[in-house]
């Protein structure tokens, strides 16, 4: 059980052009998912948290509208990245925590990543 | 400071070697803490939760000290297939938050 999907795994693009990407709980609910972003040799550093039915919550210095993250439904939330640029170019995961889990408890399951390259 | 250190490594040892892994965390009051297992372009897969007494899981120990805010990961016999970056991982101790603070990792290679 919990498991997570992205979509794409990866995707290549020009810079300028907007890439979306899906990520689903596919056995479960997750009422707050979590997109990072990890660069070569770094580590995940949280994007935003996205909770289902209302606007997401961005980390100090993550662009929101450059990064657009609509989470519609208990297994959805997708991220938007708007006119790549070549720097945009990462790794993005999300996450998901199980609805009603407790917070305090904190466990989250991830996808499988997608690995953006923007030329 | 970071909110949560660890040593990069990598710790190169052979199959069979006892290895163990530190973590620091800035925050006196996180509440939760774990080890993440992060294969080569993939994604973080949960290890193990880290509680206040404690706990094993097979290979694998995991010991927190409160008081002087570290974390360890102590791996026994290891196998070729332990060969990956292990990251610790702190929640969030801001008020009604869950999210995660991830160290760099450590990364581990172990050799026939």
């Known amino acids: 059980g919990a498991v997570v999907s992205q979509h794409p795994s990866w995707v290549i693009c020009k810079s300028g052009t907007s890439v979306k990407i899906e990520c689903r709980s596919l056995d479960f609910q997750a009422t707050t998912m979590f997109w990072y972003r990890q660069f070569p040799k770094q580590s995940l550093m949280l994007m935003a948290t996205?909770?289902?039915?209302?606007?997401?919550?961005?980390e100090q210095g993550v662009e929101k509208d450059k990064f657009l993250i609509n989470h519609a439904s208990l297994t959805l939330s997708t991220l938007t990245v708007t006119s790549a640029h070549p720097e945009d170019s990462s790794f993005y995961i999300c996450?998901?925590?199980?609805?009603?889990?407790?917070?305090?408890?904190?466990?989250?399951?991830f996808g499988p990543g997608t690995r953006l390259t923007v030329l | 400071r970071k909110e949560v250190e660890q040593d990069p490594g990598p710790f190169n040892v052979p199959e069979g070697a006892t290895v163990a892994f530190n973590c620091t965390y800035s925050?006196?009051?996180?509440?939760?803490f774990f080890w993440y297992r992060q294969d080569c372009r993939k994604e973080p897969k949960l290890l193990m939760s880290?509680?206040?007494s404690g706990n094993e899981d097979g290979r694998f120990t995991a010991q927190l000290n409160r008081a002087s805010q570290y974390i360890s990961l102590l791996i026994r016999d290891s196998k070729l297939s332990d060969s990956a970056t292990y990251l610790c991982v702190v929640n969030s101790a801001a008020y009604n938050t869950d999210k995660l603070i991830f160290g760099t990792g450590t990364r581990l290679q172990v050799f026939p």
């Open positions: 996205s909770n289902e039915g209302s606007k997401a919550t961005y």
């Open positions: 996450s998901a925590r199980v609805k009603g889990q407790r917070s305090s408890y904190n466990e989250q399951f």
């Open positions: 880290v509680y206040s």
């Open positions: 925050n006196s009051a996180s509440q939760s």
